[in-house]
């Protein structure tokens, strides 16, 4: 029985100093600023660390006949369940050159933290919403400053 707890504790003791040098590690990528997080993408053989994204785009909520003037605040109240929310672009999109080409309707909403964008991911991700059930997702930061809403 000695021995038994002799090697389960020193079992113990490996996996915490594993766990512990994972996060220090982790976390010290994270520059000064601890509120934020980080994700990694792969760019040929190089991994780039990126801020993770607070932008969340929500598809077939609506469609284009569905806008109004009162969706945007409508928005802004749902997600504001979630977390402060520090803006809401509402985009129409042409699928194509024809004249008679399909548009779609994609809502991007800015949170001001990451885990408030994640419990409005998790929350409408699914949901029915006027006969349409929602994809939540989160867009990528970069594009979303840059005024990129194509993805």
């Not at 982790?26 to 053989?45: L, P, R, Y």
């Amino acid at each position: 029985m000695q021995l038994f707890r002799e090697v389960r504790n020193q079992y113990t003791q490996s996996v915490r100093k594993a766990k512990a040098s994972f996060f220090k590690n982790t976390f010290a990528s994270c520059s000064s600023n601890s509120k934020k997080f980080w994700d990694t993408k792969v760019h040929g053989e190089q991994e780039h660390l990126l801020p993770a994204s607070t932008v969340m785009v929500l598809r077939n909520m609506v469609g284009p006949e569905d806008i109004d003037d009162d969706l945007e605040g409508e928005v802004t109240e749902e997600c504001g369940k979630f977390g402060a929310v520090n803006r809401v672009i509402i985009y129409q999109e042409k699928q194509g050159e024809e004249e008679d080409a399909e548009i779609i309707v994609k809502i991007f909403v800015e949170f001001s933290m990451v885990s408030e964008m994640n419990k409005a991911i998790q929350a409408l991700n699914d949901r029915w919403f006027g006969g349409r059930k929602v994809i939540a997702e989160v867009y990528d930061q970069e594009r979303f400053n840059s005024s990129d809403l194509s993805a």
